[in-house]
């Protein structure tokens, strides 16, 4: 099932990208202290602006290794924040859904009725249950020539599941000898479904698609009250991806994408432990 697809990211680069100054050697060993403003991947050209604002466009092949090294992650942190060059795509995918029906034997005589009618004998069904699954494809799509590394993803799935409970009101003065169950309710239960792993290298020029593990809701249908064997609703809201890389100087680059637009307004990123279901990502 195919859902109307808002990405969410940082519309500007990140902060090394405009003020980090540092010290460049050169091939031959001279110093100049510069910030890198462009890299043109096609024609191999670094643009840098010096301390006293002069700009100049060169080889990457001037400096050192080591600045060598500093400009290719660099640019690999510009590739990973820009939504034209690495693009992110999620949607949700039902794998599977299954159906159960519970039975009970409520005697000659019905047990006394139910909620809708009654009158019944003998082994009826009471409730039918339906189980499906669902889960998350996020699909990678790196345009540049440039080989991301290094990429986390850690994901939420957000989704409300009702259960059933005792109903500690309506049994109260319930004899202990009567042959009816005992009566339950349902209660909304916010649950989140999290993970987090490292991914394979994001190849340049390249596509391809990370799946999260499932979640399964169940919507039970009672026609009859039985214990708890009543109706039951459960609604999946969607899922926050959020992928990490490390930055040329170690700092912590962030994207976000999530598979509706209100996800990331809804809901809390950190979400308390109760609410968690721990599992692990498919890649």
Not at 51 to 80: C, G, M
Not at 154 to 176: F, M, P, S, T
Not at 222 to 236: E, F, M, P, V
Not at 271 to 277: E, G, K, R, T
């Amino acid at each position: 099932m195919k859902l109307l697809i808002f990405l969410f990211f940082l519309s500007a680069m990140p902060t090394f990208a405009a003020d980090a100054f540092r010290t460049f050697t050169s091939a031959d060993g001279r110093t100049l202290k510069a910030k890198i403003l462009s890299y043109d991947e096609r024609k191999e050209k670094v643009e840098i602006q010096r301390e006293d604002n002069r700009k100049l466009t060169v080889s990457p092949a001037s400096f050192s290794e080591k600045d060598q090294t500093h400009i290719r992650k660099w640019y690999a942190a510009q590739v990973f924040m820009s939504p034209n060059l690495f693009q992110l795509e999620v949607k949700r995918k039902e794998t599977g859904s299954t159906k159960k029906e519970h039975e009970v034997d409520v005697g000659e005589d019905g047990g006394g009725g139910g909620r809708r009618g009654g009158g019944e004998t003998g082994v009826i069904t009471v409730a039918i249950d339906k189980r499906t699954t669902y889960k998350f494809n996020l699909t990678l799509e790196n345009k540049s020539n440039t080989q991301l590394n290094g990429i986390t993803i850690e994901y939420r799935i957000y989704y409300d599941q009702q259960k059933a409970v005792l109903d500690e009101k309506a049994n109260k003065g319930r004899a202990e000898d009567s042959d009816r169950p005992e009566r339950y309710m349902a209660v909304d239960a916010l649950k989140a479904k999290e993970s987090r792993a490292r991914l394979k290298p994001a190849e340049a020029k390249s596509r391809r698609t990370v799946s999260t593990t499932s979640v399964t809701l169940l919507e039970r249908s009672a026609s009859r009250s039985w214990g708890d064997k009543i109706d039951l609703k459960s609604n999946l809201h969607g899922a926050w991806i959020r992928l990490t890389m490390k930055g040329p100087d170690g700092e912590v680059l962030t994207r976000d994408v999530a598979s509706s637009n209100s996800i990331m307004k809804k809901f809390p990123w950190e979400v308390p432990d109760d609410l968690l279901v721990q599992d692990q990502p498919a890649d």
